[in-house]
């Protein structure tokens, strides 16, 4: 039974006055006046877009509530178990829209009667009768951008699948005042500005004051009796106090009623006051460094795949484990369980090593607090956690120095050693006298002058199952660098996950045309397909029909339209895209973060290739009819974050910068190549481009991109891609057909010894590519300052060539070759690859990978509606 604070008498007139849902475009408009007039105190005479969306938002926001509030009674009734996700990173993007696509309950008839609305539909008729545009409404929103990029937005699409399936479970993260950083290019160079998101206030978020808890750093361990073991339970003394506060975002599924919970704490001063320091007279310095608790959550860390290693990042870390725990435990101990029972009530998801603090923290409190004996403790620990893995390469790995630990959580210190002195223990017995292995296995690096804490070790120490998100990636963690642990643990602790992405926002949302396309199609009015998309197979019996080709080539073309007339915003006004050609100019894309791995500096050495070749033909006298045989029409669009402080990548978007100065105004090449940088790539931005695309550009050195989830994105929405053997493009060829992607380059098994070869042998570099290099080096795109890219031509002809751009630039452009042939000269073939890529993408949606953790990882079921 639910206990109440209400006494019984009066319930009934609680009942009486139950909160209802709005239903439809009465209640709406109802709801929506309500709020304009009261929540904001406005009226009709000044409501502008702003107040409209803050009003459309909270509108919505009640409904939701309302079932949030019914999801979370049911679960305390039926008490099943729960997930918890634990991302230091959620890429949400917008709610209002995703929401009122996935809030639609069954389609109802309109105020005539005579058309089925889906909620986001009847909302724009009524904005509409209100004196609104839905589009003009949905741009006001700030995008939620607390994440980096594909980890951060995976965890996004798992919540919404999650959701989606009525698992029961609840995100946990941190509410950043500030996240990744706004990209503005100016003279080409990347410049950061800061993201303060929540200039508007936050109509999605509720702050719940009541939940305070307080997080503890530095201090010291005290043990009443002297000298006992530290596995035995020991008193910590925090120095500093902070306290965590829960704000909570309601996150809804597709045709369901469950709502769950995405939690985000943020820190804030505790009341307490030092009064040592105020009785000195020092009152400005005690106000001083209560304030400076809110830094604690003031800023996401804008690194992708990178580990900088600073103390408030790690403050972060174990203020997130420590509240997030602290309220999953409470939320335990209100069943009255035995701790026994946790790990049947309780599974934990690391999304990589940011959260691992979480292991040490729950022996910690078992060991402390609950007095469990360690070894007791240790096993629930253990049964709790799993782990995904991101990352092989090794600037990514989380390595904590020993020093910092024993500074700022001295307590989690003495546990850290502990847990690594029972496994190396264990490794011991299995593995005798081989102490090479206890040094390359031990959680603990001795490296001098500073002992590193390896927090993957301790992930995967702490967890009873590690994912990899991909199968190329799953396998090359056992062979790499988890190949020790799965000597000891044995493999069937190591299992693979492939990454999803919702079609929900990434169809439904990002491309109402497509998705009204594949509706009609396949004959699925209410889009089933949408939780089922095995259904798209159905979209292969059109692949050869003319007719249908040619309104699926509409859609592409009408979201280029679109794309061109963002790039056109952007830009000032001024069109960069040649529109009377826009059908016939193939849209080349590589969105991403910029990094060395994903190698965009291999893209625009292709475009320069291009342009050098475009000019040659002409000076030896073709015609320009005659080099677009040869060269057809091509928008090369670029878009991505550098981190701040990561010089090579900064670098690259200048280079593409400069190059698109140089080529869009050489009137001599007549529009053949156009290239555009597309400044701050965010969820909203890409869900205009991602659409746009004819093809995209997966181009990682293989063995280095984990999965990858752009790719899916692309390929569902009916792009074509240009890849490498890597992540999860491997896959997407075993699911839509080699003949349907085009895959180039130099294959993982033979990384190795490329990078070998530049090292210590002689490796011929393709003439293509000293052309290219040529071109820089001579000044052509920096006449000013003809050495500004030297570190780019160095790293591949001087240091190695670590991300061998040299070894796959030749079949790089043979295979763009290949693209400008099918799409120019066989452009049936080419679209018909496309709706078949389509037709077999549903294996990429994020509620299979959902399903596939409550099932082998999690032991979870959904706990479905009545
Ligand atoms: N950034 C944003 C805004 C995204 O929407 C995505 C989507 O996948 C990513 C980054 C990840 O891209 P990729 O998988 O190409 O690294």
Redesign the pocket.
């Known amino acids: 039974a639910i206990d109440t604070m209400i006494p019984l008498q009066s319930r009934a007139l609680w009942n009486k006055h139950k909160v209802q849902k709005f239903e439809d475009a009465e209640g709406f408009d109802d709801r929506f006046i309500h709020h304009v007039e009261t929540t904001l105190a406005r009226s009709l005479y000044n409501c502008d877009d702003l107040a409209a969306y803050e009003s459309t938002s909270i509108s919505v926001r009640d409904n939701l509530v309302i079932d949030w509030n019914k999801t979370q009674q049911r679960l305390t009734a039926r008490d099943p178990k729960r997930v918890y996700y634990l991302s230091l990173e959620f890429?949400m993007g917008r709610a209002l829209d995703n929401a009122l696509i996935n809030m639609g309950s069954e389609p109802k008839p309109n105020s005539n009667g005579d058309e089925l609305l889906g909620t986001r539909d009847m909302v724009k008729d009524s904005l509409n009768d209100l004196g609104f545009r839905l589009e003009d409404v949905l741009a006001q929103e700030p995008d939620a951008a607390l994440g980096n990029?594909?980890l951060g937005?995976l965890a996004a699409c798992f919540i919404d699948s999650m959701t989606t399936e009525n698992i029961p479970a609840w995100g946990y993260g941190l509410r950043y005042e500030y996240g990744i950083f706004a990209q503005k290019i100016i003279d080409g160079y990347q410049i950061e500005t800061p993201d303060y998101w929540l200039n508007i206030g936050n109509r999605w978020e509720i702050e719940r004051h009541e939940i305070q808890i307080p997080v503890t750093f530095y201090g010291y361990v005290d043990r009443p009796d002297g000298d006992t073991p530290t596995t035995d339970p020991a008193q910590w003394i925090g120095g500093e106090r902070v306290l965590a506060v829960a704000y909570d975002f309601p996150v809804p599924g597709y045709k369901t009623t469950t709502v769950n919970n995405l939690r985000l704490w943020k820190a804030k001063p505790t009341t307490e006051f030092d009064f040592a320091k105020f009785n000195t007279g020092d009152y400005k310095n005690s106000v001083d460094q209560q304030q400076r608790a809110e830094s604690i959550t003031a800023c996401l860390y804008p690194n992708d795949n990178f580990a900088e290693g600073k103390e408030l990042r790690l403050k972060q870390q174990y203020f997130w484990c420590a509240a997030s725990l602290h309220d999953i435990i409470r939320r335990f101990k209100k069943t009255q369980r035995p701790w026994s029972e946790f790990p049947d009530q309780v599974a934990i998801q690391l999304n990589d090593t940011h959260p691992t603090l979480a292991v040490v923290e729950l022996q910690r409190v078992l060991v402390d607090l609950e007095k469990l004996p360690w070894a007791e403790a240790w096993d629930i620990v253990n049964k709790t956690f799993a782990y995904t893995n991101h990352t092989v390469m090794q600037e990514a790995l989380e390595k904590w120095p020993v020093s910092l630990f024993s500074r700022l959580l001295p307590r989690h210190l003495e546990i850290i050693y502990d847990i690594n002195w029972f496994f190396l223990q264990e490794v011991e017995k299995k593995f005798p006298d081989n102490s090479e292995l206890l040094s390359r296995i031990s959680i603990i690096e001795e490296v001098y002058p500073e002992r590193l804490i390896r927090m993957a070790f301790l992930a995967i120490v702490g967890s009873h199952k590690v994912n990899g998100v991909a199968e190329l990636h799953s396998e090359l963690i056992k062979t790499t660098i988890f190949s020790d642990f799965v000597k000891f643990y044995g493999p069937s602790k190591f299992t693979n996950v492939t990454n999803g992405?919702t079609p929900r926002r990434w169809l439904k949302q990002a491309n109402p045309e497509l998705s009204k396309l594949i509706s009609e199609a396949i004959n699925d009015p209410k889009d089933d397909f949408l939780l089922d998309m095995t259904k798209l197979t159905k979209l292969a019996e059109f692949a050869d029909d003319h007719g249908f080709q040619q309104r699926w080539n509409k859609v592409k073309e009408d979201n280029k339209i679109k794309l061109a007339d963002l790039i056109k915003n952007l830009n000032n006004g001024e069109d960069i895209i040649d529109r009377e050609h826009i059908n016939n100019t193939l849209f080349d894309i590589q969105?991403?973060?910029i990094h060395e791995y994903?190698r965009q500096q291999m893209n625009i050495f292709g475009v320069i290739y291009r342009y050098l070749a475009i000019k040659n033909l002409l000076e030896q006298g073709a015609s320009i009819e005659e080099v677009e045989k040869k060269f057809p029409r091509k928008v090369s669009i670029f878009g991505?974050k550098s981190a701040p402080g990561y010089y090579m990548a900064k670098l690259i978007i200048k280079l593409i910068n400069s190059v698109a100065d140089v080529v869009n105004s050489d009137v001599a090449i007549a529009d053949l190549i156009k290239v555009v940088f597309i400044p701050d790539?965010?969820?909203s931005?890409?869900e205009i481009i991602i659409p746009a695309s004819d093809l995209s550009e997966?181009i990682s050195t293989a063995g280095t991109?984990a999965?990858?989830?752009?790719?899916m994105?692309f390929v569902m929405n009916g792009g074509l891609i240009i890849g490498t053997v890597d992540g999860a493009n491997v896959e997407i060829t075993r699911e839509i057909g080699e003949d349907n992607i085009f895959l180039f380059g130099n294959l993982s098994e033979k990384v190795e010894e490329l990078r070998y070869n530049h090292k210590y042998r002689k490796s011929e570099m393709p003439s293509e590519l000293k052309m290219v290099l040529n071109a820089i080096e001579s000044g052509l795109f920096s006449p000013e300052n003809p050495n500004e890219f030297k570190p780019l031509w160095d790293s591949i002809k001087h240091h190695g060539d670590y991300y061998l751009v040299s070894d796959d630039f030749a079949s790089y452009l043979a295979t763009q070759e290949l693209v400008d042939q099918v799409f120019h000269y066989e452009k049936s073939e080419w679209i018909k690859k496309c709706i078949l890529s389509v037709a077999n993408v549903g294996f990429f949606s994020s509620d299979r990978c959902i399903e596939e953790y409550a099932e082998t990882i999690w032991n979870v079921e959904p706990v479905k509606p009545e």
């Open positions: 890429l990029g594909g937005r992405i969105v991403k973060r994903k991505g790539y965010n969820v931005k890409a997966h991109e999965s990858g989830t752009s790719n994105k």
